[in-house]
């Protein structure tokens, strides 16, 4: 059964019908608790079937050519070490969690990593640090990470401090809720409430003026604020859409109420002084885009439980900050 309704208007942004969700999650009884466990997916006919891409779309996945990585590079630099470095999560379903019993990382973000991983070295082989959203800027400057795969938005404020190849997905802000409230419907009830939120997201800057008055608790994972929300530490949870529905499947205990309220645009971070390796970057973006493997990971993903087919990509540099 599908869980997300999904539709696309403007410039490639995504409205995503969360009440949607809320209705689909409590009807299919889907979940697990606190997502210490993969969850079951309805997946996409020969995409995996069960929420995982299919091994015929890495087969098939371009690969760069010498002259495309020139000596002394980044790119020569991970080639010559085998594997891509990246910073993400292992706990967001649909996106990036380690499967409990074959130990892989699944989801549209740990996907795309990989076939990064491919174009650069023949080989889906990607090592993954585990990181909040507060230290991302500071393990890119330091070169601790080759690029951040993690829902990583784009903003201007953030651009000044790291670089972004993409946008490659877009979504938006939404509100989280223990699945007995019946008292909060959108984010204009969060106004005089105690909001919980993921430290250094757009959610901190956003809320003042969509919900005047509501008060600020920031956790810096995921797992740490969703784990706050059922232990009614805060009235609600504002995060991107996409981790709130991941995290309502696997947490039986909440919900996603209303429409998204922003429109975000993700990048993958890099290195602010390697503009070499973001041009990389943006040029494979494009050729999996043209090619149809950035739609197949998509319907083999987040697909899975949405309706539809893959929505077109947002265009490359289209995000101010991008």
């Given at each position: 059964?599908?869980?997300?309704?999904?539709?696309?208007?403007?410039?490639?942004?995504?409205?995503?019908?969360?009440?949607?969700?809320?209705?689909?999650?409590?009807?299919?009884?889907?979940?697990?608790?606190?997502?210490?466990?993969?969850?079951?997916?309805?997946?996409?006919?020969?995409?995996?079937?069960?929420?995982?891409?299919?091994?015929?779309?890495?087969?098939?996945?371009?690969?760069?050519?010498?002259?495309?990585?020139?000596?002394?590079?980044?790119?020569?630099?991970?080639?010559?070490?085998?594997?891509?470095?990246?910073?993400?999560s292992l706990d967001a379903p649909l996106l990036a969690q380690q499967n409990p019993v074959s130990g892989t990382i699944e989801g549209f973000d740990a996907d795309m990593a990989k076939l990064l991983a491919k174009y650069i070295i023949g080989k889906p082989e990607v090592k993954t640090t585990t990181i909040g959203t507060q230290t991302r800027e500071a393990m890119l400057q330091a070169k601790s990470v080759d690029a951040v795969f993690q829902t990583y938005t784009i903003t201007p404020q953030r651009a000044t401090q790291v670089a972004f190849a993409g946008p490659y997905l877009t979504s938006g802000l939404a509100v989280g809720v223990r699945k007995d409230d019946t008292s909060i419907k959108s984010v204009k009830d969060l106004a005089g409430k105690t909001v919980i939120v993921g430290a250094n997201t757009p959610a901190v800057t956003a809320l003042p003026s969509a919900a005047p008055g509501s008060k600020q608790i920031a956790f810096g994972t995921d797992p740490q604020a969703l784990q706050?929300?059922?232990?009614?530490?805060?009235?609600?949870?504002?995060?991107?859409?996409?981790?709130?529905?991941?995290?309502?499947?696997?947490?039986?205990?909440?919900?996603?109420?209303?429409?998204?309220?922003?429109?975000?645009?993700y990048g993958i971070g890099l290195n602010r002084e390697d503009a070499q390796f973001k041009e990389f970057v943006n040029n494979w973006l494009k050729k999996i885009q043209a090619d149809g493997t950035w739609a197949k990971v998509w319907e083999g993903t987040l697909g899975s439980v949405v309706e539809g087919g893959a929505p077109t990509p947002p265009a490359l540099g289209s995000a101010d900050g991008s």
């Open positions: 059964m599908s869980i997300l309704k999904m539709s696309f208007t403007g410039r490639r942004s995504l409205a995503l019908t969360a009440t949607a969700v809320a209705v689909a999650l409590a009807a299919t009884g889907c979940g697990g608790d606190s997502g210490s466990s993969a969850p079951k997916l309805p997946g996409n006919p020969g995409l995996g079937g069960d929420g995982v891409v299919a091994q015929s779309v890495y087969d098939a996945a371009p690969v760069a050519t010498d002259a495309d990585i020139p000596a002394g590079s980044t790119m020569d630099a991970i080639r010559k070490r085998g594997y891509l470095n990246i910073g993400g706050a929300l059922l232990q009614k530490r805060g009235d609600a949870y504002v995060q991107d859409f996409t981790l709130l529905a991941s995290g309502a499947k696997a947490n039986p205990g909440m919900k996603v109420v209303g429409e998204p309220f922003t429109t975000e645009a």
